[in-house]
């Protein structure tokens, strides 16, 4: 009798024991994507990189020190020899609109290149939101593995991260994505890190990351190690930059999608502004201290981050250039005003905030970062709670010492900012009244 009822505590242990097993496989894919082994000691170091922008026909600012978005995308892909991997929220490279077929122009270009890119042995893998794009079935039939996020089922959000990756040593991040409207009436800001395999390596984890999500419809409680940041906050990756030193990581949105060791999108921004010791300049689509444009819900986010630093931070000095277009909500004046306001005959800080303005009312200055004397932040997202609580995204940390009159990343992105906000198209807040572009309807 008690050999009878040993058996069957045993079996119900082995029972367990397997449906334990069976539910952690079922959470995490253990085994990951096919990643190439990281040698720390062996990657590439020594980086060059690259401003790109897309500045449209009608638009008067020169490329100083910045290249053609469309030249350096082609470029990159001229020059891969094994792999092309993108992440893009959007892929409209043609126009169904025949009276933009001239500006789709380069759109069709760059969908060629891509396609072609088979013929020379080059596999292309594509990440997107939910999409029936025509330009995505065209290169899913031309040989390249395309994979969908249900991101309205995963975290009810979107896909706001767009990054390519080529031959795992050459990555772009920024503003773009594979739209034709980022190539012609869009002004877009973005960075090529050309042979940068050991910031690349990380960077592809992210990849992996999206790639096994697939028609999935929960996000898994627990992650593959490889799927593990190798940089974060508190573990910067050093590297040259164009041979000046810099300290360097990857971070990513929403918190249900940070693997471990990865720093949040949020506690990035964070270090960035709290790290600022003289500036803190922000060009941003959008800054509202709202969770969405739709729903009047506070969410203080990153709005707060900069009343405190411009309460704490003697003569620190903040400049926010807003884009002003169809969809700016009409609270983005108050809160600027409010913000500007902060510093008025009290505090030792100066806030000033301006619209940008391109000519056509449907284009808009795309760029997101956070530069500051000591770091920059590159990301994906516009500054609204749903865009870090419930978005995918991602953003690049550069942090550099001042280094006198060399030109080092930081100095070149400044001179950028410098330049549109001192720009014909750059208009200060009016006192009395938001500028005529909040008085469009707005959506989300």
Not at 288 to 307: A, C
Request: charged residues 20%; proline residues 3%; contains cysteine.
């Amino acid at each position: 009798m008690k050999s009878q009822h040993k058996c069957v505590v045993v079996f119900a242990l082995v029972c367990c024991c397997a449906v334990l097993i069976a539910l952690i496989f079922s959470a995490v894919d253990v085994w990951g994507d096919e990643e190439e082994s990281f040698n720390e000691g062996q990657c590439g170091r020594s980086c060059r990189v690259l401003l790109l922008e897309n500045i449209p026909e009608d638009v008067s600012l020169p490329y100083e020190d910045s290249v053609s978005l469309r030249s350096a995308l082609g470029d990159l892909l001229d020059q891969a020899r094994r792999s092309v991997e993108i992440v893009s929220p959007r892929w409209t490279l043609n126009s169904s609109d025949q009276t933009h077929l001239a500006q789709a122009r380069q759109g069709q270009l760059l969908l060629h290149q891509l396609i072609s890119l088979r013929s020379r042995s080059v596999s292309v893998r594509v990440v997107s939101g939910l999409s029936n794009s025509s330009e995505l079935n065209t290169l899913a039939r031309r040989g390249a593995d395309v994979h969908y996020l249900n991101m309205k089922t995963l975290t009810k959000g979107e896909l706001s991260s767009s990054f390519w990756i080529v031959d795992r040593k050459h990555l772009y991040m920024g503003s773009a994505g594979m739209d034709w409207r980022s190539l012609s009436t869009m002004k877009e800001f973005g960075l090529v890190l050309l042979d940068c395999s050991c910031l690349v390596a990380d960077l592809h984890r992210v990849f992996s990351l999206y790639w096994q999500l697939q028609y999935k419809e929960f996000v898994p409680s627990l992650w593959s190690k490889k799927l593990s940041a190798l940089t974060s906050r508190d573990q910067n990756l050093r590297l040259q930059l164009d041979d000046t030193e810099a300290q360097v990581y990857i971070s990513t949105s929403p918190d249900v999608f940070c693997t471990r060791e990865r720093t949040k999108d949020l506690e990035a921004i964070s270090r960035v502004i709290q790290e600022a010791q003289s500036f803190i300049y922000i060009s941003i689509p959008d800054y509202l201290p709202l969770l969405n444009r739709s729903q009047l819900r506070y969410w203080s986010g990153i709005d707060s981050m900069l009343r405190e630093a411009l309460l704490v931070k003697s003569g620190i000095s903040v400049r926010v250039l807003v884009s002003c277009w169809t969809h700016t909500h009409p609270l983005t004046h108050n809160t600027l005003w409010s913000l500007q306001n902060l510093c008025f005959q009290t505090l030792s800080c100066s806030v000033e905030a301006r619209f940008f303005s391109l000519p056509q009312p449907d284009t808009l200055n795309r760029s997101r970062f956070v530069l500051t004397d000591t770091s920059l932040y590159i990301g994906s997202q516009s500054w609204m709670g749903s865009e870090f609580v419930s978005s995918a995204g991602v953003g690049l940390v550069i942090r550099q010492q001042q280094q006198g009159n060399s030109s080092s990343v930081l100095q070149r992105i400044r001179a950028v900012f410098d330049r549109d906000w001192h720009s014909q198209y750059s208009r200060p807040l009016h006192t009395t009244h938001s500028p005529a572009c909040t008085a469009h309807t707005h959506s989300d």
